[in-house]
């Protein structure tokens, strides 16, 4: 809109961060609700994990200190957008807690969404197969199997999707958010 007010009426933008394992429904959410907002009007932009490191951190490996430089890449263009108006999505596994929380004490307006499903979860749901080879150390510096995982300690929003399914995560995430419009669970 050219007012710089979304269709919600805010003058400001926001970031949504999902942060949890890989397979445990990240990206499916933020695209979801990237529909929801972008059918009501709302300027709003996703950042994929995977699509920002085949782009702006190509070159980057899975080192502490490169996963750290990737989640801040992310968090600097997200915060760009949203200083805009533009409510951005990210999805990305950013694995350690000091970094996430460092990048989203930086946003004026964000929200951390912790999507959590267990490992013999994920592993079932990952049809390439990284899981398993992770697990049999085909894989060196595989989040959740040989690095470290941090789960946030306080969410603003913890969704078990092995417990509920998406469109039952979508429409609390949506009720958290404030979007009237929810899906048919």
């Known amino acids: 809109m050219s007012t710089g007010q979304s269709a919600t009426g805010r003058n400001t933008g926001r970031v949504v961060w999902f942060t949890g394992l890989s397979g445990a429904g990240k990206s499916t959410l933020a695209s979801a ?3 929801r907002l972008s059918a009501q009007g709302e300027a709003v932009e996703l950042l994929d994990g995977d699509a920002v ?3 702006l951190s190509k070159g980057l490996g899975f ?14 263009v997200a915060g760009l957008l949203a200083r805009h108006g533009v409510t951005v999505l990210v999805s990305a596994i950013s694995p350690y807690r000091d970094t996430r929380d460092e990048v989203l004490a930086g946003f004026g ?10 490992l013999e979860v994920v592993t079932e749901r990952d049809v390439k197969g990284l899981y398993v080879r992770a ?3 085909e894989i060196a510096h595989f989040t959740g ?17 092995d417990q509920k399914s998406i469109d039952a ?3 609390e995430l949506l009720a958290h958010l404030g ?3 929810v899906v048919n669970a």
């Open 169 to 171: 995560c979508l429409n």
């Open 135 to 137: 697990i049999a150390g």
């Open 109 to 118: 307006h964000s929200t951390e969404v912790f999507v959590d499903a267990p």
């Open 33 to 35: 609700l990237h529909d």
């Open 53 to 55: 490191r085949e782009n």
């Open 145 to 161: 199997v040989s690095d470290p995982y941090e789960a946030p300690l306080s969410p603003d929003l913890h969704l078990r999707t």
């Open 63 to 76: 080192s502490r200190q490169d996963r750290d430089t990737n989640v801040r890449r992310i968090a600097f």
């Open 179 to 181: 979007v009237r419009d």
